[in-house]
Structures are given as C-alpha cells and as structure tokens.
C-alpha cells in the first residue's frame, strides 16, 4: 500500500510560489510512489468558486484529510494553518517530518519509479 503524505505548509503571502513549492515536493513523493495531498490545491477551487470560504471552514477541511494520511510533511515557513495541522496530525499519532527525503524514508521506498 502506499504512503499517504500530507503536504502542509505556507499558503498565504506569496499564494502563487507556496502553491508551486508544494507542488513540487508532491511531485518527488509521487515520482517515489507515495500517495500525496496536497490542500494548497484548494487555491484554484476557491479562485474559481463563487462561494467564498472562510479560513476556519478550510481549515476544518483540511485537518479532516490529515486524519486518512500515514505522514505529515512540513515544508518550511510561518503558517498558522500548518501548525495546527501538525498539532492535529500528533495528536492522531500521525508522523510529522520535515524532508521528502524522510517521508520516503517512512514508506521503505526511495525509488523513483515507486517500485520496491
């Protein structure tokens, strides 16, 4: 089965550059074969939607999808949300890292194909 990682980290400020940094180590976990989510994605459904959500209502969202995921990863930055889905992921025994490298390392496959 593969690993189920949460990307958490700053959205707000540079939306744009957090988006893509996410996006990014997304990426390097799909390319290894990890399952990643990535809530930072919201950004394009929120631009598009006519329904403007507040924070809470998102955050609610996401810390409901950290509890299906087997790790967090941290990306660098300030991020209230963040923290709070780090806070959310130990209080559900959920593993919180702060590299792909260790989060890879948690799914017992570095392979790029995603193959053990």
């Known amino acids: 089965m593969p690993l189920i990682v949460y990307v958490a980290g700053p959205y707000t400020g540079d939306e744009d550059a957090n988006v893509q940094r ?7 976990l799909f390319d290894a ?3 990643p989510f990535v809530p930072h994605l919201s950004h394009h459904w ?3 939607s ?3 959500r507040p924070w809470e209502a998102w955050l609610t969202w996401c810390l409901t999808w950290v509890g299906f995921c087997d790790v967090v990863l941290r990306l660098p ?3 209230r949300g963040a923290e709070v889905e780090v806070h959310h992921a ?6 919180v890292v702060r590299s792909v490298a260790e989060a890879l390392a948690k799914s017992g496959s570095q392979d790029a194909n995603g193959l053990a």
Not at 22 to 28: F, L, P, Q
Not at 90 to 95: K, V, Y
């Open 22 to 28: 996410a996006v990014d180590a997304a990426n390097e």
């Open 33 to 35: 074969g990890c399952v």
């Open 46 to 48: 929120e631009e598009r």
């Open 50 to 52: 006519a329904a403007k």
């Open 77 to 79: 930055g300030e991020s």
């Open 90 to 95: 130990q209080l559900l025994g959920i593993p």
